[in-house]
C-alpha cells in the first residue's frame, strides 16, 4: 500500500476516533433516566449480528422503557432484528468503514446528534464499535477493556464479561448497571412470526413427512470456511454413524445459499431468505452443523441443535442452553457424535 495513502488513513482514523464528549468517569449509571441506546457491534459476519441478541433482550428486561439503535456490519442486519420491538434504527457498515467514506461521514455527523443516553460497544477490541460509543456523546458509554479505557465513563474489565462472544456484552451490561453478572443468560433468538413458522413446517412436512417422534427428521449443514471446514469422507462417516444410532431418522442436507450440495447423496433443501432459513431450521427435529453462520442462525431459531467445532473454541462460539450443544470434535469418534445426537434429540 503506497505511505502517503497509509499516512492519510491514519490521520483520518484519529481525526474519527476523537470523543465528542469528556468522560465523567465511573458516574452511575441512573437507569430510570436512559431513554436512548446505541448498541454497537459493527462486523460484518452473519454469526454477529446474530450473538447480539442476548444483549437486545437482556435491554428490554432492565430497561424496558428505553429505545435502541444498532450498529452492525451487514445490510442484513435489520431483516435478522425483525421482533425486537424496542430497536428503532439498525445502520450498517462494511467489512472496511474507511473504503466507504461516505457512509462514515454521514454517521460521523449522525451519532451526536441523536440524543442517547447509554452507548455499548459490544465487541470484543473493534476500532469501529469503540469510535461510535466514543462518537456517540452518550451520558453514559460503556465498554470491555484490558487496557486503554479512553472515551468510556464505564470501562468493565474483560475478566468480569466471561469468554463466550454472545455473554459477554451482556455481562458488561449487568456489570455497569450493578446487577447479577451471573443470573440466567439468554440464548441467541430470531424472533420468527408465526406465518414464517408455518410455512416453513409445511415446507419440510412435504419434503420428509409430517412429525414422528419414531423417526425423527434430522438435519445437517456440512458448510464451513477454512480450517472449520470437514471434509467429505468425514461427513460420510457420521452419517453412516447416525444411521446405525438411529435407523428411522429420515435425514436431509440444508443446502448453502452458494446453492451447490456439499452431501449429494442425502435430500437437499435450499436455503431462501435469511428469515426463510431460520424458520426451515426451527422445524426440524435435530440439526447437526458444523461451525458456521448457519448454525448460529440455527441455534437463534431455537432448534435442538449439535455444533460441531474443530478450529474454534466453543466455549466461545458454542450454542448453549438445554436443547442445544457444542462438541469439539479433535478427539472424539463418530460414534461418539451420533450417541450425542441421539441423546439431545432425546432431551428435546
Known sequence: MNPDWQAARRA??????????????????????????????????LGNVLLLTPLLQELERVLPQARVDVLAGPPFAACLLQGYAAVDRVDTLG??????????????RALPR???????????????????????????RVGMVDGDAAGLTQAVPHADCGVHQAQMPVRMLRVALGLDPDAPLPALAVRLRADERAAAAARLGAFLGAVDVAAPRVGVFAEA??????????????????????????????????GRPMLPQLPGLHTAPLRAAAAL??????????????????AASGVPLLGLFKATDPARYGPYGARQRALATQHLEV?????????????A
Open 281 to 298: 431450521c426451527a422445524s426440524f427435529d435435530l440439526l447437526i452443523a458444523a461451525d458456521s453462520g448457519l448454525m448460529h442462525l440455527a
Open 225 to 258: 470456511t477454512g480450517a472449520k471446514r470437514y471434509d467429505d469422507g468425514y461427513w460420510q462417516a457420521l452419517i453412516a454413524a447416525l444411521r446405525a444410532r438411529m435407523p428411522r431418522m429420515r435425514l436431509a442436507e440444508i443446502v448453502p445459499a452458494h
Open 12 to 45: 483520518v482514523a484519529r481525526r474519527l476516533l476523537r470523543p465528542s464528549a469528556q468522560a465523567d468517569i465511573d458516574a452511575p449509571i441512573d437507569a430510570a433516566s436512559i431513554t436512548r441506546v446505541l448498541v454497537a457491534r459493527p462486523n460484518h459476519r
Open 95 to 108: 467489512a472496511r468503514p474507511l473504503h466507504a467514506p461516505r457512509v462514515l461521514w454521514s454517521l460521523w
Open 114 to 140: 441523536r440524543g442517547y443516553t447509554l452507548a455499548l460497544d459490544a465487541a470484543e477490541r473493534s476500532q469501529s464499535a469503540r469510535w461510535a460509543v466514543m462518537r456517540s456523546a452518550a451520558r453514559w
Open 335 to 347: 460414534a461418539d457424535i451420533a450417541r450425542a445426537a441421539s441423546d439431545l434429540l432425546s432431551r
